[in-house]
């Protein structure tokens, strides 16, 4: 035996240990891949063995390939096996493998319960140490439940090694199994004031964890916390007090004015940085959370920003950027007196750093005026030109559209300039992203702003015009369907309308990758050519109509046979409907095809046309018929006046909420058949046949509709219509016209298209601003007399300068009203559950000493579902003692204030020499000079108060054991019977088998 | 609390990670990576705290690193702590490398990464701070490596004096002769 054990130390001595797996990886820098598979397989050689120290060499090693990326999951058992080793050495490689690779969810983790127990009451106080912090990193619901109770029993441990880390430890296990947090608190509560300062760091750090998700429940230790504050000098643990103090100043206003003094103290004694930071950042959640009347307020918000600006104008980077972060919050409540600081925020636009760029720039949302919006833009806009990486650039593009949107264009004096710095943010070329967002803008301030409509149009034209002209970005792409959206729908004038036809038509035409605004393109550029023909016909100027239909058709040629199916689809519809057009103005127009011949280059799509057309004549006909009655004196007959009407109708912006808030009307019934009834009623055939038969026929006639009187007809096409203008997301595409495949031979008109070369448009703005203000200011007003449909914003009339008006808000279905009354999403956050109420008394049940059944029986099998109930039944009888604590609650809070009185008369005192110190002066140097007092004394001598707990354990696993062979049904069940064949196995092999 | 520690060289190798939420490690190495291309391509003069890690936590996160020499030393942590205060304990923990190590460097991290991660383990648990001070902390290492050492014993020593002979730079030849061949050479001396 003895023989057997010198062998296998000296074959151990060859394999392969850490350092030369390492080793081999650096030198085989090729091969990498296929040198790690070859030590994987030499591993698992060695996992097989029986050497407990060529296992633990094999885990070590796989620590290593965990690393670097290699799953181990598979050698989960043999981690066990190396964790459950009596050697510390080994168990430390155990524990350090278990604790990289194992997590909640690994299969076998209830192998590890009695095992972790035993290391948990192990003599030597480094290996609870090590099984606590190994515990931590994966710790399960089962093995919380399990352990809470040996946990807490570590926490009144004799050796503060042990008590600080089991007090850690806690946090997790409330985490994973909320039900010990009740049992556990009072204890917790107990280690706040621990003679260690260690162990007490430790509590104040699970607790300010606690309360950071659920504060209202831990109001009650305010004054425990306030003493601490001010008599502690450990700057960790005034760090995260001071923190704890600003999630619970929100809940209880009177907790902020006592805090006020000290936490001004100090700001004004420390020479901590981290520890002045926190301070300030309490601060400014204390004034947020109090009313402004209190005394001194003001002296608190300007000491809190006068020494923000100090860290903002630090050397440091670390400062500015905590300095600018701090700036952000105090703009929330006190904008004004940040603003006073605009000169520091600019300032920091131009730091070389982009995180402090990027804070700066959250800053700006606040600094914006009327007076200075137009500057700032300016200066984001040159720092897009400059900015080189896309996230800087994407984040200046949505900040310069957030500071100018915010509050419905609260400080936009000048929409013609924010149009013109679209246009400019188009330019630049974004990401597609952005892209929609400038385009959503586009459409916004033309839906909204009346009075910029005209020029938006001309705006989006020449946008228009210079993306036919170069292959036009992902941004662009974009863009160009706002734009021909804003260029169609506001256009008046007559040239801007002329030139923007042909653009249209070939951004139609633009090939690439996804372009949505395609079609959208060859619509816009048949709502101009209506809108013009229009106007034409109101001048009687019949020559220019015919040549705008000439050049228009020439356009559309192309189009027709588009690769995309929708473009083509509406040019054959563009194409007939303005042949329509030509024939009555121009009957005898060369350029017409005869009538009725199919195309021969268009043959593709002619039966598809067909069909389409037979739809279409009768409603053409019927509306042809009432309209020529009309308006015979027209050159058109009355037709142009018809294609126009088409695109009649302003599209009004809908509230976000507005498809929520429509009422269902009472008798919808979703349940009933859609149109049986009227099917039914119209067809008598089919009546009885529906019944019984799933996959019946519904009706006969495919075509309903055709049965309508004329009367119905006409007045459903009126509603349709109505409908169609008052929705603004239906396209209006459906042509009422019957049309044929015509093509006619036009004579190519040169366009020409002025080359414009792009600068800084909206610098003028700037510019002729300062200088012609009183001018625009004359202007303006006579335009506002023009805007009849909007409605003129309140805040913006008692301005001193004047400003267009902004529709707010959105259109709403009658009677509903903008408020927000939707649920909160729901979360997903395991704080939910400890959410409990702490200062009930503890139940019974509750009392963890219960729990040494770690083997569920028959019935707590359903593990789940029982804590599930238990949270229920909490619950209840939260309601039925709901009086009772408010009471006491009652009662508390005015002790505690009488508590909190006292303590404010003896003043905090607060020692110089903080653990952290400045760091902008000790960067690089040794900063943590001193220690605060942790004893380091180690209690060696310690008997094991749980010496007879494991034998017990072992009694009652044996017990559940047998219960559970009896009734071998449940899924659950069974993993629990695999459980227990692991455990013997394990049981045998660690002991007996280890060689040393 | 402190959601990761990552440490990684200046070409993006991790050196040592701790995760303390799962993650698969296919995942693990994406976030190094991801962590690793934020990192590196900021200049030293920068300041130290960095928004915008998209695969680890959200919007609440924050990566908190110091650059050393060849080594980036990178904390990703939520509100809950203090960013100064992680700077601090950054620089506690490679002063400790640096007293366990002496004059520690990247060889060593590469070599005894489960030593760092028992460095780490006295100074973080479970993703809370455990101990900010050094002489705390160094010991605490002290005792639990006696106690290793005082297990190991006489029966290391072979092992020991191997992997010294290992260790010691021998020229290629010599670690080009095949090894496995010497403990049978051993065995047929010994019996």
């Known amino acids: ?996 | 609390m402190i959601k990761a520690i990552l440490v990684f060289n200046n070409h993006g190798k991790p050196r040592l990670s701790k995760f303390y939420q799962y993650f698969n490690e296919d995942m693990q190495q994406q976030i190094i990576k991801e962590t690793f291309q934020l990192v590196s391509k900021r200049e030293d003069n920068v300041c130290n705290f960095l928004e915008g890690g998209s695969l680890i936590g959200g919007s609440d996160y924050k990566l908190i690193y110091r650059h050393y020499a060849t080594l980036y030393f990178v904390f990703c942590v939520d509100s809950s702590e203090s960013e100064l205060g992680i700077l601090d304990l950054i620089q506690v923990f490679v002063e400790t490398l640096d007293k366990c190590f002496e004059n520690v460097c990247e060889l060593d991290l590469i070599f005894h990464a489960d030593a760092a991660h028992q460095v780490l383990d006295e100074l973080v648990m479970g993703g809370m701070v455990l101990q900010t001070n050094m002489a705390d902390i160094l010991c605490r290492l002290q005792e639990q490596n006696k106690m290793q050492k005082s297990e190991a014993g006489i029966s290391a020593a072979p092992a020991r004096a191997v992997s010294a002979v290992k260790s010691m730079n021998l020229p290629q030849q010599l670690r080009d002769m095949k090894l496995p061949d010497l403990p049978q050479a051993i065995k047929d001396l010994k019996f």
């Not at chain 1, 923007?500 to 101009?528: D, Y």
């Not at chain 1, 707010?808 to 959410?835: F, I, K, N, T, V």
């Open chain 1, 1 to 996: 035996m003895a023989l057997k054990k010198v062998k296998g130390n000296f074959e151990r001595m060859f394999d392969k240990n850490l350092t030369d797996l390492v080793r081999g990886i650096r030198n085989n820098k090729d091969n990498e891949s296929k040198y790690i598979a070859q030590c994987m397989e030499e591993i698992k050689v060695e996992l097989r063995q029986d050497n407990i120290a060529v296992k633990a060499n094999a885990v070590a090693k796989l620590t290593y390939l965990q690393m670097v990326g290699y799953d181990i999951s598979w050698a989960i058992f043999n981690i066990i096996e190396v964790m459950s080793s009596n050697k510390f050495t080994y168990k430390r490689i155990g524990y350090l493998a278990a604790s990289q690779s194992f997590h909640a969810d690994s299969e076998l983790l209830m192998l590890t319960t009695n095992m972790i127990r035993k290391d948990l009451n192990a003599q030597n106080q480094y290996e609870a140490g090590l099984a606590l912090s190994g515990l931590s990193c994966f710790i399960s619901h089962d093995l919380a439940r399990d352990l809470a109770n040996d946990i807490m029993t570590l926490m009144s441990s004799t050796k503060p090694y042990l008590r600080m880390k089991a007090v850690l430890m806690m946090y997790k296990v409330f985490l994973r199994y909320p039900e010990a947090l009740r049992p556990a608190f009072p204890k917790l509560k107990e280690k706040l004031e621990d003679p260690d300062p260690g162990v007490q760091s430790a509590a104040v750090n699970v607790v300010c964890e606690l309360a950071r998700k659920n504060p209202k429940n831990y109001l009650s230790l305010a004054p425990v916390f306030f003493k601490l504050m001010t008599t502690s000098t450990n700057n960790w643990m005034l760090i995260k007090i001071i923190k704890l103090f600003g999630a619970l100043t929100p809940l209880e206003p009177r907790l902020g004015k006592k805090l006020i003094e000290p936490l001004t103290n100090l700001i004004h004694s420390t020479s901590a940085m981290s520890l002045l930071y926190e301070c300030i950042n309490t601060v400014i959640a204390v004034l947020i959370s109090i009313s402004s009347g209190m005394p001194g307020h003001a002296a608190s918000v300007q000491l809190c920003v006068q020494k923000l600006r100090i860290l903002i104008e630090d050397s440091d980077q670390n400062l500015k950027y905590l300095g600018l972060l701090a700036m952000s919050r105090i703009l929330k409540s006190h904008p004004k007196s940040v603003q006073a600081h605009k000169d520091l925020v600019l300032a920091c636009l131009d730091d070389k750093d982009e995180s402090i760029r990027l804070r700066a720039l959250g800053l700006l949302y606040g600094m914006v005026s009327k007076k200075n919006l137009m500057e700032i833009v300016k200066k984001l806009m040159v720092h897009m030109e400059r900015a080189e990486g896309t996230l800087y650039r994407d984040e200046l593009l949505t900040r310069i559209i957030e500071i100018c949107s915010q509050n419905n264009y609260q400080h936009v004096v000048d929409f013609e300039w924010y149009i013109t710095v679209l246009a400019e943010l188009t330019e630049m070329e974004t990401s597609a992203k952005h892209g929609r967002v400038v385009a959503a803008q586009l459409t916004e301030v033309g839906a909204r702003v009346a009075e910029v409509r005209d020029f938006a149009a001309r705006e989006c034209g020449e946008l228009l015009t210079h993306m036919a002209q170069s292959s036009p970005g992902p941004a662009s792409r974009e863009v160009l369907y706002a734009a021909a959206y804003v260029l169609a729908e506001y256009s008046r004038d007559e040239w801007v309308m002329q030139a923007a036809i042909s653009p249209l038509l070939v951004c139609a035409g633009l090939g690439g990758a996804h372009m949505r605004a395609r079609a959208v393109c060859v619509h816009a550029a048949l709502k101009v050519v209506a809108n013009l023909l229009l106007k034409y016909e109101a001048a009687g100027d019949r020559r220019s109509a015919i040549d705008v239909i000439h050049s228009t058709l020439s356009g559309l040629r192309p189009l027709l046979l588009s690769e995309d199916m929708e473009v083509q689809e509406r040019a054959h519809n563009a194409v007939a409907l303005l042949n329509l057009v030509l024939r009555k103005i121009n009957p005898d127009d060369p350029e017409l095809p005869p009538e009725h011949t199919p195309l021969s280059d268009t043959g593709l799509l002619v039966q598809h046309d067909e069909s389409n057309s037979i739809e279409n004549e009768q409603n053409a006909e019927a509306i042809n018929g009432e309209s020529s009655q009309t308006w015979t004196e027209k050159f058109s007959g009355g037709l142009i006046e018809e294609l126009a009407d088409l695109f009649d109708g302003e599209l009004k912006p809908v509230a976000p909420k507005a498809q929520k808030k429509v009422p269902m009307p009472a008798d919808l019934d979703l349940e009933q058949w859609l149109s049986h009834s009227r099917w039914s009623s119209d067809s008598s055939s089919s009546e009885g046949e529906g019944e019984g038969a799933v996959f019946a026929p519904p009706a006969h006639d495919p075509r309903p509709t055709a049965q309508f009187t004329p009367q119905e007809l006409a007045m459903l096409r009126e509603a349709r219509r109505q409908e169609q203008a008052n929705n603004p997301h239906y396209l209006k595409d459906d042509s009422p016209r019957s049309y044929q495949q015509d093509d006619i031979p036009v004579a190519e008109i040169a366009l020409e298209v002025p080359l414009q070369i792009h600068t800084k448009r909206s610098d003028k703005y700037l510019m002729s601003r300062e200088s012609t203000n009183k001018k625009k200011k004359e202007k303006r007003t006579s335009k506002k007399r023009k805007s009849k449909k909007q409605q003129i914003s309140s805040d913006s009339e008692s301005e001193e300068e004047a400003r267009p008006a902004v529709a707010l808000g959105g259109e709403l279905p009658d009677g509903a009203a903008l408020s927000d009354d939707e649920p909160p999403a729901p979360r997903d956050d395991p704080h939910r559950a400890l959410d409990l109420d702490l200062d009930l008394p503890l139940r019974e049940e509750e009392l963890l000493t219960s729990r040494i059944h770690q083997y569920p029986s028959a019935e707590s099998g359903l593990l789940n579902k029982k804590s599930k109930l238990s949270k229920k039944s909490k619950s209840t009888e939260k309601k039925s003692v709901e009086k009772l604590v408010k009471k006491k609650k009652d009662k508390k809070t005015k002790e505690k204030s009488e508590d909190l009185m006292l303590q404010e008369t003896d003043k905090p005192q607060v020692n110089e020499d903080f653990l952290i110190e400045d760091l902008s002066k000790s960067n690089g140097q040794k900063n943590m000079k001193e220690a605060v007092g942790v004893d380091s004394e180690i209690l060696l001598t310690e008997t094991n108060p749980k010496g007879t707990k494991t034998e017990k354990h072992k009694k009652s696993k044996k017990d559940s054991k047998d219960k559970e062979s009896k009734k071998p049904k449940s899924s659950k069940k069974g993993k629990h019977e695999t459980k227990t064949g692991y455990e013997e196995a394990l049981g045998i092999s660690t002991p007996s088998k280890e060689v040393a």
